[in-house]
């Protein structure tokens, strides 16, 4: 086989359950680190007197959360302010009074009906907005999730959807503003907007992590490890939408690491570069374990009328006609989507997703290549 040669790839010897799905906590200088264990534990922060007040908070996908807080006091390390650059690289900043989470049990339970609930609002509009090819596959991915509510593709869509909670920004819109005015200044993020405190935005976003994403990953990646290694045929399908979910997701995780990073005015394409490395890796992995361990990509280069097709991945009649409407959208933008890995477009839908369709494939460039 002319392509042997990938297999001695570092990326290739890692295995699929040690590909990285989302961060776990913020990087080291980010604005929302903090030192305070308890943050990551899910524990209510040690205050002088438990006053609490009642926040509703949405991200504008037509749900709201509920939450108490109460006043702390920060430590001489943490930020209570949100800082930007400007589009002069002028840097900003805007004073936030000293709130955080408080009574984190229900603030955890809440979250879990919101991320309940924010699942399929998010996806509906994520279709809305996708390219063709991508919107397609994840139209495909619901429809077979529906009639197989345990799978892999159920799994990763709701890691995929979780994912965009914690890149989102919150704000308050309830009557409780925390004394707080709507954002009146054009050159800042939150215009006209009420956001959270930074130890707030924090705890929400751990709250996602480790209530539901964390214990979601491992059962997703090891079902999906040992489909492929299976190579079955009757999981073709199966693994073939988990995988290009689970790239889309990397996509959108290096968009949302470049956006901060231009949020924040530093100067590399990432906010962080270790993280976005491991995004790439993770990639790798699940790309090179589709094409070579499952052969996955011999089915995607076949007519699916034929006999043969037939040997190498069980589909039905609706998934013959969606592997052919694919086919065809990926001839019809074969030129821009070489052209998306031509040109360093990591970032960008499809990047990842595309390099599982053509049948000559390398790893790319060990290093990342910085926009210019």
């Given at each position: 086989?002319?392509?042997?040669?990938?297999?001695?790839?570092?990326?290739?010897?890692a295995k699929p359950v040690e590909a990285e799905l989302f961060r776990d906590k913020p990087c080291i200088n980010h604005p929302l680190q903090t030192s305070r264990s308890e943050v990551y534990r899910l524990l209510d922060?040690?205050?002088?007197?438990?006053?609490?007040?009642?926040?509703?908070?949405?991200?504008?996908?037509?749900?709201?959360?509920?939450?108490?807080?109460?006043?702390?006091?920060?430590?001489?390390?943490?930020?209570?302010?949100?800082?930007?650059?400007?589009?002069?690289?002028?840097?900003?900043?805007?004073?936030?009074?000293?709130?955080?989470?408080?009574?984190?049990?229900?603030?955890?339970?809440?979250?879990?009906?919101?991320?309940?609930?924010?699942?399929?609002?998010?996806?509906?509009?994520?279709?809305?907005?996708?390219?063709?090819?991508?919107?397609?596959?994840?139209?495909?991915?619901?429809?077979?999730?529906?009639?197989?509510?345990?799978?892999?593709?159920?799994?990763?869509?709701?890691?995929?959807?979780?994912?965009?909670?914690?890149?989102?920004?919150?704000?308050?819109?309830?009557?409780?503003?925390?004394?707080?005015?709507?954002?009146?200044?054009?050159?800042?993020?939150?215009?006209?907007?009420?956001?959270?405190?930074?130890?707030?935005?924090?705890?929400?976003?751990?709250?996602?992590?480790?209530?539901?994403?964390k214990p979601l990953r491992d059962p997703l990646l090891q079902e999906l490890q040992a489909k492929i290694y299976e190579a079955r045929k009757e999981n073709w399908f199966e693994i073939f939408l988990t995988v290009c979910?689970?790239?889309?997701?990397?996509?959108?995780?290096?968009?949302?690491?470049?956006?901060?990073?231009?949020?924040?005015?530093?100067?590399?394409?990432?906010?962080?570069?270790?993280?976005?490395?491991?995004?790439?890796?993770?990639?790798?992995?699940?790309?090179?374990?589709?094409?070579?361990?499952?052969?996955?990509?011999?089915?995607?280069?076949?007519?699916?009328?034929?006999?043969?097709?037939?040997?190498?991945?069980?589909?039905?009649?609706?998934?013959?006609?969606?592997?052919?409407?694919?086919?065809?959208?990926?001839?019809?933008?074969?030129?821009?989507?070489?052209?998306?890995k031509a040109n360093h477009k990591y970032e960008s839908e499809l990047y990842w997703c595309h390099q599982l369709f053509f049948e000559k494939w390398d790893a790319g460039n060990p290093y990342i290549v910085d926009e210019?």
């Amino acid at each position: 086989m002319s392509n042997l040669h990938i297999l001695k790839m570092p990326c290739f010897l890692a295995k699929p359950v040690e590909a990285e799905l989302f961060r776990d906590k913020p990087c080291i200088n980010h604005p929302l680190q903090t030192s305070r264990s308890e943050v990551y534990r899910l524990l209510d922060i040690e205050v002088p007197q438990r006053q609490y007040l009642r926040l509703e908070l949405t991200q504008d996908f037509g749900e709201t959360l509920s939450i108490y807080v109460t006043r702390f006091e920060p430590r001489p390390d943490e930020k209570t302010a949100h800082p930007w650059k400007d589009r002069q690289g002028r840097s900003r900043s805007m004073e936030m009074p000293p709130y955080c989470i408080a009574r984190m049990d229900d603030a955890r339970d809440n979250m879990l009906q919101y991320i309940e609930n924010f699942k399929g609002s998010f996806l509906s509009s994520f279709l809305r907005g996708s390219n063709e090819i991508t919107g397609d596959i994840f139209d495909e991915a619901r429809r077979f999730s529906a009639f197989n509510p345990t799978c892999t593709v159920r799994k990763a869509l709701d890691l995929f959807a979780a994912n965009r909670i914690i890149e989102r920004d919150w704000r308050i819109c309830g009557t409780e503003t925390l004394g707080l005015n709507v954002v009146d200044d054009p050159e800042n993020p939150w215009f006209e907007k009420i956001p959270v405190t930074p130890i707030m935005d924090l705890q929400l976003d751990q709250t996602v992590i480790q209530s539901f994403l964390k214990p979601l990953r491992d059962p997703l990646l090891q079902e999906l490890q040992a489909k492929i290694y299976e190579a079955r045929k009757e999981n073709w399908f199966e693994i073939f939408l988990t995988v290009c979910i689970l790239l889309t997701n990397a996509e959108r995780l290096l968009q949302h690491s470049r956006n901060n990073a231009k949020r924040y005015g530093v100067q590399r394409r990432y906010n962080s570069l270790d993280l976005a490395y491991s995004y790439f890796h993770a990639c790798k992995i699940l790309i090179a374990h589709f094409r070579f361990v499952c052969a996955g990509f011999v089915p995607l280069s076949l007519n699916w009328r034929s006999p043969k097709a037939s040997t190498m991945a069980h589909l039905d009649v609706d998934q013959v006609r969606f592997m052919e409407h694919i086919q065809t959208k990926i001839r019809q933008k074969e030129e821009y989507l070489l052209s998306l890995k031509a040109n360093h477009k990591y970032e960008s839908e499809l990047y990842w997703c595309h390099q599982l369709f053509f049948e000559k494939w390398d790893a790319g460039n060990p290093y990342i290549v910085d926009e210019s």
